[in-house]
């Protein structure tokens, strides 16, 4: 794929979410995590019947206030997305979460993530009312350094708190941005 222009758009409602989309965010996910990325399901591989019921249950879950998708595409062909969430329990609602942050394999490093993440910064900020947003990443994998370069800052780790494997236990790193 020639790298274009990167749109980005938001999908706030699961209505917004064609057959199409739905298809290539099922795609994108199963790609991601059969690579080995950390994208929410922990055991590769994954294939439609896993991805499928994931991506239905985060669509119907979409609300302007509580829950966004925020899709990249080059030349009309998805090439990364993430959700945004918001707990509307009033105690909590100043900040949001980021979850499955991903981007086509073939195309990392490439600025697509990067826009990514910019993106709902200022969508958190400007339209949803938010003041700070967090996200738990995999360790041992980079994405803290990635993560760091675009502002977030490390606040802890569970130290081997994910399993993957017999012999094979990862971090969950802590990471808040703030102020958006």
């Known amino acids: 794929m020639n790298l274009g222009t990167i749109d980005l758009r938001q999908v706030t409602a699961p209505g917004h979410v064609t057959p199409e989309l739905r298809q290539a965010l099922i795609e994108c996910w199963i790609e991601i995590t059969n690579a080995g990325g950390a994208a929410g399901f922990p055991f590769p591989p994954i294939d439609a019947s896993?991805?499928?019921?994931?991506?239905?249950?985060?669509?119907?879950?979409?609300?302007?206030?509580?829950?966004?998708?925020?899709?990249?595409?080059?030349d009309g062909h998805l090439v990364g997305w993430l959700n945004v969430r918001r707990d509307p329990f009033e105690l909590i609602t100043h900040w949001g979460t980021l979850h499955h942050v991903q981007t086509r394999t073939g195309l990392r490093g490439r600025g697509i993530g990067a826009a990514l993440m910019n993106h709902v910064r200022e969508i958190a900020r400007d339209e949803m009312g938010l003041e700070q947003l967090r996200l738990a990443a995999r360790g041992g994998v980079g994405l803290e350094d990635f993560y760091s370069r675009l502002g977030w800052q490390e606040i802890g780790r569970w130290p081997g708190a994910l399993r993957l494997a017999p012999g094979d236990d990862r971090d969950e790193v802590l990471m808040i941005l703030a102020p958006l």
């Open 50 to 74: 896993q991805a499928a019921p994931a991506v239905d249950s985060l669509v119907s879950a979409l609300a302007p206030e509580t829950s966004r998708l925020v899709v990249a595409s080059i």
